[in-house]
């Protein structure tokens, strides 16, 4: 597919348990990042990868929360014993990143979380 | 510490109308803007940014304008057409990540 692909597209799961969503970018792309929205807020940075150096992850609320990027290609974003408040819509958008380019980010349509 | 603020969280317009959606930032430092148009269970689509080292970037039917003095940069839409209803994110780009605004969701009605 030419997009970004993230699945599951929707996760319900209980509190307490661990979830894994992942994120396909677009072919050649060299950066990774994921976002969350809560309901009614913006986007919010979680992490991002570029290209073989360490991962940015200024963004992770806790320490539950982890991000692997493996051969510079697909991303699984873990959550560990999740809680009510992990509830959102991550987000996962990919970038060229060249220099001087706008560092548009195309993103994929999400996954709904919902932990009862 | 929200650094990128969009403080109408809706905006209703006729067809036909300009829309005008803003949006202020605190960091100076910021030298590049973006925004995002959001359809519901849809990921935020790119629409249109803007360098530091202009004020104005036109695309279409869409213009954003930057006044680096007051921290505030603006959308417009004009005509506004009811395909343009959607939430619409302000965001700024901090090392390379994008710092986005809480959003401002338009209705465009006929």
């Known amino acids: 597919g030419a997009g970004v692909s993230q699945s599951p597209s929707n996760k319900v799961t209980e509190k307490g348990k661990d979830v894994e969503l992942r994120c396909d970018p677009i072919s050649g792309h060299t950066a990774l990042y994921w976002y969350r929205q809560s309901l009614g807020q913006g986007l919010e940075f979680l992490i991002y990868?570029?290209?073989?150096?360490?991962?940015?992850k200024s963004g992770l609320p806790s320490d539950r929360f982890s991000a692997e990027r493996t051969g510079g290609s697909v991303s699984t974003l873990t959550i560990q014993r999740t809680q009510q408040e992990d509830s959102a819509v991550y987000l996962c958008?990919?970038?060229?990143?060249?220099?001087?380019?706008?560092?548009?980010?195309?993103f994929g349509p999400g996954t709904r979380l919902t932990v009862l | 510490d929200q650094q990128v603020k969009q403080n109408s969280p809706s905006l209703s317009v006729q067809e036909g109308r300009i829309s005008i959606l803003n949006c202020d930032y605190t960091?100076?430092?910021?030298?590049?803007f973006l925004w995002y148009k959001k359809y519901p269970a849809e990921g935020p689509t790119f629409l249109i940014s803007?360098?530091?080292?202009?004020d104005k970037n036109e695309d279409g039917r869409f213009t954003v304008f930057l006044n680096k003095s007051a921290k505030h940069l603006s959308l417009h839409i004009v005509p506004s057409q009811p395909g343009d209803s959607a939430v619409y994110f302000c965001?700024?780009?901090?090392?390379?990540?994008?710092?986005f605004g809480t959003g401002t969701r338009l209705q465009v009605f006929p």
């Open positions: 960091n100076s430092m910021f030298d590049y």
């Open positions: 965001a700024a780009i901090n090392t390379d990540k994008l710092i």
């Open positions: 803007i360098s530091s080292i202009k």
């Open positions: 958008a990919s970038s060229l990143r060249q220099k001087g380019n706008s560092n548009e980010q195309f």
């Open positions: 990868f570029q290209g073989n150096s360490a991962p940015d």
